[in-house]
């Protein structure tokens, strides 16, 4: 089967890409998906209800070699899941936006009718060769041929989503390089010795990400204690700045809308009314978290244990992994790749989404990427022609 255009990945990027293409024009697509359905990962995004943009756009949310390039072209089309979808959003305290229905699924079914017949679908089927030309071969031993090819095969991260890193190599056929690869949006491993009584508990924190005298980064929002370390979202909103780095400990800061003065000074009232030390934290912290303050405060004055209660050091060891990651640092190393998100080396041959060295901030960044760089290959696919 000869096509203009195959896509390779029905996910986000994928499908933006398609939608735009069969919209504007009459090229034969054809979208080549690993798995048994397409739009499988964005349909869990958000845990399940659709986060897929954020009101707070600024290339200071992306990460890599295209971060700049994402802060181009992403950043300055802020509402451009408008041009994808028809339904109403709206956006939470925290800016991230979501369809009013708060169901992902529903997002994936409004790209899937916008098709509407009019690209053809290959289903749990992969690509395991291409030849410039282009000649692809499919996992079923069928060949196909196309015009252009369109890499949005997805990361590494989460390989439930058919994503487990195995499709870089269409890329690196041709003499593209690929960036160290590190899992990102996941939990984090720490030394557990302080916190083996805390697990299950979760608490509203300041979580700050620190290497050296630096903080990289701070964040306010659940923890959730676990066997391993630390889990909740402000845990996944710090992981991209511990991503590849050694030597991160991360800082909890209990009560981050009480000053130490507040506490010192209630710590001296409860010794004055006959607590016991164990006991001088209960009802202001969790019990057990306040006796894992008490029992890591050096001499237990009120000031160190005030002090322990702001600054709980955590030394990170490691991530729970790219099978956990909601996103992959690194990828396809951004100098052989044009702004036309188009290979440098190979002529009709483009990237969209996560397969590039592009990641963002937890919060619908790393969506919004997906879908500007699937409209934008679909855009240089139509200038062409």
Not at 123 to 133: D, H, P
Not at 281 to 304: C, F, P
Not at 348 to 364: R, T
Request: charged content about 20%; aromatic content about 8%.
């Amino acid at each position: 089967m000869k096509y203009d255009v195959a896509l390779i990945g029905g996910g986000a990027s994928g499908l933006a890409c398609a939608v735009r293409l069969t919209e504007k024009s009459k090229l034969k697509t054809v979208i080549i998906e690993a798995g048994e359905r397409l739009g499988k990962k964005l349909s869990a995004t958000g845990n399940g209800q659709g986060n897929i943009s954020n009101t707070d756009l600024s290339p200071d949310h992306y990460f890599g070699g295209g971060a700049n390039l994402a802060g181009r072209f992403a950043c300055n089309n802020p509402q451009i899941y408008a041009e994808l979808f028809d339904c109403i959003f709206t956006a939470d305290a925290q800016g991230r936006i979501y369809p009013a229905g708060r169901q992902a699924s529903s997002l994936t079914d409004c790209l899937i009718r916008k098709l509407n017949g009019k690209a053809d679908i290959l289903l749990s089927t992969k690509v395991i060769g291409i030849e410039k030309g282009f000649t692809l071969t499919l996992s079923d031993g069928n060949k196909i041929t196309a015009g252009s090819v369109v890499l949005c095969v997805g990361g590494k991260a989460q390989k439930q989503f058919k994503t487990d890193g195995s499709s870089y190599a269409l890329a690196c056929a041709f003499g593209h390089k690929l960036t160290p690869l590190y899992p990102s949006l996941v939990q984090l491993k720490t030394i557990t010795q302080h916190i083996k009584t805390l697990k299950g508990i979760r608490a509203d924190c300041t979580v700050s990400a620190v290497k050296g005298a630096k903080i990289l980064k701070s964040v306010r929002g659940d923890v959730i204690f676990t066997e391993y370390g630390v889990s909740g979202n402000a845990i996944f909103a710090l992981s991209p700045y511990v991503a590849g780095r050694d030597g991160i400990t991360l800082s909890l800061e209990f009560l981050p809308d009480v000053t130490v003065g507040e506490i010192v000074d209630n710590l001296k009232k409860r010794r004055m009314a006959g607590y016991a030390q164990e006991d001088l934290l209960s009802g202001t912290l969790h019990n057990r978290i306040g006796r894992a303050v008490i029992d890591r405060a050096a001499d237990k004055t009120d000031m160190q244990i005030a002090h322990m209660l702001k600054n709980f050091t955590l030394p990170v060891t490691g991530t729970l992994g790219f099978d956990y990651a909601q996103v992959t640092r690194g990828g396809i190393d951004m100098g052989g790749i044009t702004d036309r998100l188009e290979s440098k080396l190979v002529k009709n041959l483009y990237f969209a989404g996560e397969v590039l060295d592009v990641d963002g901030d937890c919060g619908g960044y790393n969506l919004h990427w997906a879908f500007a760089s699937g409209l934008r290959v679909a855009d240089a696919i139509l200038e062409d022609i």
